[in-house]
């Protein structure tokens, strides 16, 4: 196994650091490596935003409630971005859509293999980082707070940073390889069943073990009730106020 | 700039390969780095296939278009994947629903990070990618040929290999750092248009050295032709299908 799969293996969520701030030449050596992933057709459906001003800082962790928001090394913003597209396609007096749920796709996509590239690079350098998914809980005022125009928004933050001392993160074992890899045609859940069973039994032990037993819930349990909460609605709001999924 | 940085820098698709396939043992090694990637509260909504298939090939191929889909070392489609979860809950006596569109941009999401990590460990073992959006084409049908279930739909192919000798694909130039990256508030078009402008030339010129001047359109031509054609309207039909999207 090579240095650059051990560092993929070992990704863990880091969501403490140092009051160490990224440099502007670490900052566009970061943007370089996600800007160098693939794109479809070369459409580069994105803009990754970096936010330093304390008072939107705030206002975004208001809305994640994750007091890490505010406090890292850098706070990204991903955005699935279709404004620039829009708008040159106007200055050539014609006149392009992105309402299509192909266009949505792809501009996730985009702003996905990049922010995966993102960070890549950052843990290369010995960088934390945390994905910030929350930043949906209000996904309008989110991109208020950032002034995305049409065509344009939020999709996950990223904060990046010096880990803190004694900060190691912690990484849960993911699904068997069994349960998520198909070879040919996809295995229905019986052919899987002993896999998952035996992982939701590692993960409840996992948990009981970190917990003194207070909490010793399987992995699909938790996914379960996840998923039976109907969480952030108004997604399918803002994006069709901002021009995505009007077809 | 340290190897992985470099790594992930030189990226370009690659679509010619030995006959070389790829070993069990590399398989899972890819497929474990994917797996490494963050995934939005732990969901891990996506599964990963393996076609090894000559007639699935030759199927999945033909709704491409592109011959690298059949001739590779190996090819991998992504599929978001809510099936097990669906399934898992109905075991416990509840139900589930990923009929919103924040479900589809997490399973996107999901999939899309799990992809990156998988292109990035395969390069750094001197592999070549190429994802393959053209599945997309038909989506219905690729689909159908690895009999995915409800809850699940294919995001895209990669396809892996050795690269063929004197293959070394070709890096196409991103946009400039300053029309990609904003600072606390969101850059109108005005703003970076002179960066656009100069890009735009940079990318005529480029096409222009390399096809001895038969081809010399601009990025924002490019982008333009391609977002004013109405592609794949039936990804919407065949998600509502698979149950995303009703809300």
């Known amino acids: 196994m090579n240095d650059v799969i ?3 293996n070992n990704h863990r969520s880091l969501r403490k650091f140092t009051d160490e701030k990224l440099s ?3 900052i566009r050596t970061l943007v370089g490596a996600a800007q160098s992933a693939s794109t479809s057709s070369y459409v580069q459906a994105y803009s990754i935003m970096g936010v330093t001003d304390p008072e939107k800082k705030k206002a975004l962790r208001e809305i994640s409630t994750q007091s890490y928001v505010e ?3 850098h706070l990204f913003v991903f955005v699935v971005d279709f404004y620039r597209h829009k708008e040159l396609a106007k200055q050539a007096g014609t006149e392009i859509s ?3 749920t192909e266009n949505l ?3 996730v996509v985009d702003a996905s293999l990049a922010a995966q590239n993102l960070a890549t690079a950052a843990e290369s350098m010995g960088l934390g980082i945390c994905y910030i998914g929350s930043l949906r809980n ?3 005022k989110a991109g208020e707070i950032l002034g995305l125009p049409e065509g344009a928004f939020v999709l996950f933050g990223m904060v990046a940073g010096y880990p803190e001392l004694g900060e190691d993160g912690s990484k849960k074992e993911r699904l068997p390889f069994e349960a998520v890899y198909h070879e040919n045609t996809y295995q229905k859940i019986e052919e899987v069943q002993d896999d998952i069973d035996a992982y939701d039994q590692r993960i409840s032990d996992y948990y009981s073990s970190r917990t003194n037993g207070k909490r010793d819930d399987k992995w699909s349990e938790q996914v ?3 998923l ?3 969480q952030r609605l108004d997604v399918d709001t803002l994006l069709k106020e901002k021009g995505f999924l009007r077809q």
Chains 1, 2 share one sequence.
């Open 6 to 8: 051990k560092l993929l």
């Open 24 to 26: 502007e030449d670490t």
């Open 71 to 73: 406090h890292n090394g």
């Open 98 to 100: 992105y309402d299509k």
């Open 105 to 107: 796709i792809v501009g």
């Open 138 to 140: 209000d996904i309008k």
């Open 224 to 226: 379960t009730e996840m």
């Open 228 to 230: 039976s909460k109907k």
